[in-house]
């Protein structure tokens, strides 16, 4: 595995590779999530390109930007253990410059849900999404479906910027509980790790609900949130696969999303029916 600091270095490597190319780009602190992302990619490339770069532009004055995870030599051993060819690991100031021009998520889409409470949160992830792509050339990237609205946007921006990258939608991992994977879940105490669990419970429920034949999103949502009521949600919402609010499950084309903060960790999950 060859290790690449230097977005110029890495644009020059890229020149001299041969072969279909998958990206998975993260911001460390793997986990099983990420590792199904890189699996996949490597099951359908020649070649891995995994980027660690916790991205100070995503993250909002007074969010985790500071304490969030680093394990980048945890991180290199499992790379390198998984058959990952490239990993790209910039600094900051190698990647944003001054008075330099970024992405603008959509007005509607990029400041709804997540976008509602961390305004601008996708105008930081979109910018350092592009710069990657750009740097890296994938023929595909990979994306989990943990973060949805993300996901989406990904999508509309490489369609909306006519950029030569397939993108795909990876399922989320969880553990054997169901708590859905995620490099914040190191922040939560043994008793919050407990309440986290309600995200993953509520989903179910709306689930099952729907197996059994029920379809108005009000009702689903009232279900999810009283399950939810010890933990302190910001939003349940029902949406189709663009991101449209929806009163009635589509099937096939319907997203369940929640959003809580369980002690100060600010967490999210879906369920895609
Ligand atoms: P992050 O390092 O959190 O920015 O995540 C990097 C990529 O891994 C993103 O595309 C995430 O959606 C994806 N990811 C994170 N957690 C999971 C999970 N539990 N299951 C599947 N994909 C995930």
Redesign the pocket.
């Given at each position: 595995m060859k290790i690449i600091k230097y977005p110029t270095d890495f644009m020059k490597t890229r020149k001299e590779i041969k072969g279909k190319v998958g990206f998975?780009?993260?911001?460390?602190?793997?986990?099983?999530?990420?590792l199904?992302?890189i699996k996949q990619a490597r099951e359908e490339n020649d070649v891995v390109v995994v980027s660690i770069f916790v991205n100070p532009t995503q993250f909002l004055p007074g969010e985790d930007f500071e304490k969030y995870p680093r394990k980048y030599e945890a991180d290199r051993a499992v790379c390198e253990r998984v058959g990952v060819d490239y990993l790209f690991m910039p600094d900051v100031k190698d990647i944003y410059f001054d008075d330099e021009a970024r992405v603008t998520a959509p007005k509607i889409k990029g400041y709804i849900l997540e976008g509602l409470n961390r305004p601008g949160h996708f105008d930081g992830v979109l910018t350092v999404v592009n710069k990657l792509l750009n740097i890296v050339k994938p023929d595909i990237a990979?994306?989990?479906?943990?973060?949805a609205q993300?996901?989406y946007l990904v999508k509309k921006m490489v369609r909306d910027f006519f950029l030569d990258t397939e993108i795909k939608e990876?399922?989320?991992?969880?553990e054997p509980d169901g708590l859905?994977?995620?490099?914040r879940n190191v922040y939560l105490s043994e008793e919050e790790r407990k309440k986290a669990l309600l995200l993953s419970k509520s989903l179910k429920r709306a689930g099952k609900l729907i197996m059994a034949g029920e379809k108005k999103c009000d009702v689903l949502k009232k279900a999810m949130e009283e399950i939810l009521k010890p933990i302190e949600v910001e939003y349940i919402e029902i949406v189709s696969r663009d991101f449209e609010k929806i009163d009635e499950i589509q099937k096939e084309n319907s997203i369940i999303l929640v959003a809580a903060k369980v002690g100060n960790t600010r967490l999210i999950d879906n369920l895609w029916v």
């Open positions: 998975v780009p993260t911001m460390g602190a793997l986990h099983q999530g990420h199904s992302l990979y994306f989990g479906k943990k973060d993300q996901l990876c399922d989320i991992v969880r859905a994977m995620s490099s």
